[in-house]
């Protein structure tokens, strides 16, 4: 299973940077996950657009869906030439009503489900992964993924900390967590998202093999992050990196 990073930034990007997104690869598969601005261009260093077997958008803020209006017309070019003939299954939330009605309207290349139809527990199969959501805390609605194959990847979205994050990261390989700020943040972020020490404490608590942070506002200094993650964790702990490729 391999991860690679497309964008790390929130909730807008550094110099010739991408908001949040991510390509995971296994078995031959490859999904998206998350689509902030600038994450098509950079997949496309990656794969073709007919490789791509599905997209999940943990939640509706537009540094993680902004390139769904991009990849759109991608697909559609795709079919009209006949480089493929299909839709690409999308998964994502309901909420807020404007942005879920108008990327629900995307029926020429998009099939889209609705997690929050999915009953509980809330398990799909896709792309010949396991694939499991749980709702996070955030102001909209947002879900953390788990993805199952030949390793176990969980991935926050944003969220403030919760125990069933904990849990679906039990015998994770990697937990991609999002870690929007330091310490001196904690009663800003509270309601809404992790600082880097609540990620690396709740991968202690969750037993996860490794712990990867995103989600970096740009003014930060990215080694303080780190380092307050790596005291929660009590282990190295890695930052993503746009355009890097980790074997999980
Ligand atoms: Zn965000
Ligand atoms: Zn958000």
Same mark, same amino acid.
């Not at 694939?131 to 955030?138: E, L, P, Q, R, W």
């Not at 039990?170 to 700020?181: K, N, Y």
């Given at each position: 299973?391999?991860?690679?990073?497309?964008?790390?930034?929130?909730?807008?990007?550094?110099?010739?940077?991408?908001?949040?997104?991510?390509?995971?690869?296994?078995?031959?598969?490859?999904?998206?996950?998350?689509?902030?601005?600038?994450?098509?261009?950079?997949?496309?260093? /990656? *794969?073709? *657009? #007919? #490789?791509?077997?599905?997209?999940?958008?943990?939640?509706? /803020?537009?540094?993680?869906?902004?390139?769904?209006?991009?990849?759109?017309?991608?697909?559609?070019?795709?079919?009209?030439?006949?480089?493929?003939?299909?839709?690409?299954?999308?998964?994502?939330?309901?909420?807020?009503?404007?942005?879920?009605?108008?990327?629900?309207?995307?029926?020429?290349?998009?099939?889209?489900?609705? *997690?929050?139809?999915?009953?509980?527990?809330?398990?799909?199969?896709?792309?010949?992964?396991?694939?499991?959501?749980?709702?996070?805390?955030?102001?909209?609605?947002?879900?953390?993924?788990?993805?199952?194959?030949?390793?176990?990847?969980?991935?926050?979205?944003?969220?403030?900390?919760?125990?069933?994050?904990?849990?679906?990261?039990?015998?994770?390989?990697?937990?991609?967590?999002?870690?929007?700020?330091?310490?001196?943040?904690?009663?800003?972020?509270?309601?809404?998202?992790?600082?880097?020490?609540?990620?690396?404490?709740?991968?202690?608590?969750?037993?996860?093999?490794?712990?990867?942070?995103? /989600?970096?506002?740009?003014?930060?200094?990215?080694?303080?992050?780190?380092?307050?993650?790596?005291?929660?964790?009590?282990? *190295?702990?890695?930052?993503?990196?746009?355009?890097?490729?980790?074997?999980?």
């Amino acid at each position: 299973m391999k991860l690679t990073v497309l964008g790390c930034w929130a909730p807008y990007p550094r110099v010739s940077g991408a908001c949040s997104g991510y390509l995971l690869q296994d078995m031959g598969r490859n999904l998206l996950i998350d689509a902030g601005n600038g994450v098509l261009s950079k997949m496309l260093q /990656h *794969i073709n *657009i #007919e #490789e791509l077997d599905g997209v999940l958008l943990s939640h509706l /803020h537009p540094d993680h869906i902004m390139d769904i209006y991009c990849l759109r017309h991608a697909i559609e070019s795709a079919n009209r030439e006949g480089r493929i003939n299909r839709t690409v299954p999308l998964y994502m939330p309901t909420g807020p009503t404007e942005d879920f009605t108008r990327i629900k309207g995307f029926t020429k290349a998009f099939e889209v489900q609705i *997690i929050d139809e999915i009953p509980e527990p809330k398990k799909i199969t896709l792309a010949g992964l396991k694939i499991n959501f749980v709702a996070g805390k955030h102001n909209l609605p947002v879900y953390s993924i788990s993805f199952e194959g030949s390793k176990k990847l969980v991935y926050s979205g944003d969220t403030a900390y919760n125990e069933d994050l904990i849990k679906l990261t039990t015998e994770a390989d990697l937990l991609l967590c999002e870690a929007s700020g330091l310490d001196k943040d904690t009663d800003y972020l509270k309601e809404n998202h992790l600082t880097a020490r609540q990620a690396g404490q709740l991968a202690a608590a969750a037993g996860a093999k490794r712990l990867m942070i995103t /989600h970096f506002y740009p003014e930060y200094v990215l080694s303080e992050l780190q380092r307050q993650a790596e005291e929660g964790f009590g282990q *190295i702990t890695e930052l993503a990196r746009e355009g890097a490729t980790i074997e999980i």
